[in-house]
């Protein structure tokens, strides 16, 4: 018998990944990976759990990722395509109905990963859209009356610290974002935030976004920046 019933193995994935989201406030990619991991001892229990586990994965990429990075695809592609439903059904851990869910939520992987937008940067990292929503999701959670431009901006820069040491893509998103809030708050940009934005190279983030971001990201700067020079 396995450890966990298939549906508890599901859910508890999926669980230990909105923990990572929620409670430990990592960006999406990262909080997958974390959850793999995790999961990962179980693996080498039986072929049955590690096709639950896989597959699981792999779902997660597929619906919350906005890009996957080739390595991740490929490796992922290879670990689902060693996978032997014979062996699943002998090993007879599943009923008809979970074999065949297990059956065709793989099939939708295998299929739907490889249609994926590729993420060639190997950092983990919030991606642009991911992390303006992020941010002004925060801003709006610790809104309040009394709040002021120096509790605003410590408690953002705080809450987003890790973030903008991993990578400089997520820095000028976090500050520039935050500036954005200020000024639509009525408030002044510190100069210490000014003089951060305004020392940003967008090309310096090389491979940390599309070029598409890197434009909506220079033209937020620029909206920023603007908007503080008339202020």
């Known amino acids: 018998m396995m450890k966990k019933s298939y549906e508890d ?5 999926y669980e230990c990944y909105e923990d990572y989201k929620n409670e430990d406030k990592l960006s999406t990619v990262e909080a997958i990976a974390r959850t793999l991991y995790d999961f990962d001892g179980l693996m080498s229990r039986s072929e049955t759990e590690k096709a639950i586990i896989l597959t699981t994965y792999g779902q997660l990429i597929v619906s919350e990722q906005l890009r996957v990075l080739v390595n991740t695809r490929d490796n ?35 299929e739907n990963i490889k249609r994926m937008p590729i993420d060639i940067c190997r950092m983990a990292r919030w991606y642009y859209e991911e992390l303006i929503d992020e941010v002004n999701e925060y801003f709006l959670s610790i809104k309040s009356a009394d709040m002021n431009v120096e509790k605003i901006t410590n408690s953002v820069l ?31 940009i510190p100069d210490e935030i000014v003089s951060e934005i305004k020392s940003f190279d967008v090309n310096d983030t090389k491979d940390q976004l599309l070029q598409v971001e890197k434009d909506q990201l220079i033209n937020l700067i620029n909206k920023v920046l603007d908007k503080s020079n008339n202020s």
């Open 158 to 188: 705080s809450r987003f610290g890790r973030d903008c040491e991993n990578t400089l893509s997520e820095k000028m998103i976090v500050y520039t974002t935050l500036g954005e809030i200020l000024i639509t708050q009525n408030y002044l």
């Open 76 to 110: 992922l592609l290879k670990k689902l395509n060693q996978i032997d439903f014979l062996l699943i059904k002998q090993e007879q851990k599943l009923t008809t109905e979970q074999y065949d869910d297990l059956q065709s939520k793989y099939n939708g992987v295998l």
């Open 9 to 13: 193995y599901i859910a508890e994935f």
